[in-house]
């Protein structure tokens, strides 16, 4: 029995650790199972049946799985989502279908283009994506984080196109990926994507086609720019860094990296600096510094919560909006309250989402620095430490924090719209000061989607300013 009992105990050690972690809750059902198998029956079952043998375990072990986390709000939310798949997803077209709709530029293969590229074929439209990278590239900035990177809110939030099914509550890269090229290759766009070709312009003819890169012989009645906030690693020098012993790296350059038994010092107080303390705690780090400029406001990874936040769909701070910081403070922040932004609102940036941040701090596994970097030296980096409502670059007390590893979590630089004509940028109208930040005001057969937005947890970010004027 111990051969037919290590197998499947081996393949369930490998479905845990490749899906999520509710998987985990399997393995232990595939165990209590396995063992309860009656030795001499089992030991009459030819190898060539282990894989008919699992199969039922599997299934098994799934309606355990289910009787176990069922919840009747993530029960309710599945079965609308299946309606709505079923009432807003558009059928895709047959293949190499010739639509008969305007046609539409799509700039960027990313989540928001394959996306935006999906309903619009699906509704007619003849739709051709332009991506700046290769095949690789698809999926946008998911394609070049690293494979530990996964969702910080829960995906009951983050549904990208109605047909998306998420098998896990935080899905992993890989799984982000997958299921943007499903879509793209579900509503056949793979002929539709022109890969290797950046758009370095948009122009218009007097009959009000758009031309993209100056090939007046390819027009389009629509233009969606969809290039994401996300793109190259941004990667400043910081003084003295040359003299610096031990390893520097960027947080989305992580994979195949491992921090055991270093010091580690993470320059930056986002949500780069989120996953890069995950990292290097998972991976055995001797001990961990969060370098961090400023205060931002963290917010537990609890769908529940994060659902109800998310309801000020204004997008700022509100009369109320001292209910939810002062609950937070309370019950979240705790005996760490110090580390909650005095003068900064929950909806005036866009908070980091994590249950476990405070925890490593607590547990001394961890220690976030509020202050300046100064440069580097030769076993670590000189450190302004400030008080808390001290300005950046005020004073405090400068010390030298040791560590022989330093990640760069200081994010990406935003993609650039000038490829967009100029007229577009004319005052008082320009980026975020579009209609609902997407539609330049005279030009609505622009429409650059999720990438002018700047900050804030609300349905469209920091309300626009000049909002009146727009409508």
């Known amino acids: 029995m111990s051969g037919l009992q290590d197998c499947i105990i081996e393949t369930a050690r490998r479905l845990a650790f490749i899906e999520s972690s509710s998987v985990r809750i399997q393995f232990r059902c595939f165990v209590v199972i396995v063992y309860k198998l009656d030795d001499d029956i089992a030991s009459n079952i030819p190898t060539s049946n282990i894989k008919w043998l699992l199969r039922p375990l599997l299934e098994h072990a799934r309606a355990a799985l289910f009787d176990m986390e069922f919840h009747p709000i993530l029960y309710l939310y599945s079965l609308i989502q299946w309606v709505l798949d079923k009432l807003l997803s558009p059928n895709p077209p047959p293949s190499r279908a010739r639509l008969s709709r305007p046609r539409i530029a799509v700039i960027g293969a990313g989540l928001t283009g394959v996306s935006a590229a999906s309903h619009c074929v699906g509704h007619g439209f003849d739709v051709t994506i332009f991506e700046a990278g290769s095949e690789r590239n698809l999926g ?32 992993d890269r890989q799984t982000i990926v997958s299921q943007i090229r499903q879509l793209w290759e579900r509503y056949g766009l793979q002929e539709r994507t022109r890969f290797n070709t950046r758009v370095t312009s948009v122009s218009q003819d007097g009959q009000g086609c758009w031309i993209i890169n ?7 009645e629509g233009i969606m720019a969809a290039v994401g906030t996300c793109g190259d ?14 390893d520097v790296y960027h947080s989305s350059n992580l994979d195949g990296k491992t921090a055991r038994g270093k010091k580690v010092l993470i320059i930056g107080g986002g949500a780069s600096a989120v996953e890069a303390l995950e990292f290097v705690v998972n991976t055995g780090a001797e001990s961990t510094s969060v370098l961090a400029r400023s205060d931002k406001w963290i917010i537990p990874r609890h769908s529940f919560v994060d659902m109800l936040l998310a309801l000020n769909v204004f997008g ?9 910081e002062s609950m937070l403070r309370i019950f979240f922040y705790r005996d760490l309250e110090d580390l909650a932004p005095r003068s900064s609102g929950l909806f005036t940036e866009t908070p980091m989402v994590n249950s476990d941040i405070f925890h490593l701090i607590r547990q001394h596994k961890a220690e976030w620095l509020r202050g300046d970097i100064l440069g580097f030296t030769e076993h670590g980096i000189r450190f302004n430490h400030r008080a808390k409502g001290v300005p950046k670059g005020g004073p405090g007390r400068e010390s030298v924090v040791e560590g022989d590893m330093v990640i760069m979590a200081t994010g990406y630089q935003r993609p650039s719209l000038n490829f967009l004509p100029s007229v577009v940028f004319h005052e008082p109208y320009v980026p975020p000061n579009w209609y609902l930040q997407v539609f330049p005001p ?30």
């Open 140 to 171: 946008g900035i998911w394609s070049r984080v690293n494979n530990t990177s996964g969702l910080q809110i829960h995906s009951i939030m983050y549904r990208f196109h109605p047909s998306v099914k998420w098998n896990s509550g935080y899905p």
């Open 214 to 220: 100056g090939n007046s012989s390819d027009k389009y």
């Open 233 to 246: 690693p941004k990667m400043p020098h910081i003084p003295q860094q040359e003299t610096f012993k031990g």
């Open 316 to 324: 700022q701070e509100t009369l109320l909006s001292w209910i939810p």
């Open 442 to 471: 005279e030009y609505v057969s622009i429409c650059a989607n999720n990438c002018t937005y700047v900050n804030a947890i609300g349905t469209v970010g920091n309300y626009v300013r000049k909002r009146r004027d727009l409508l």
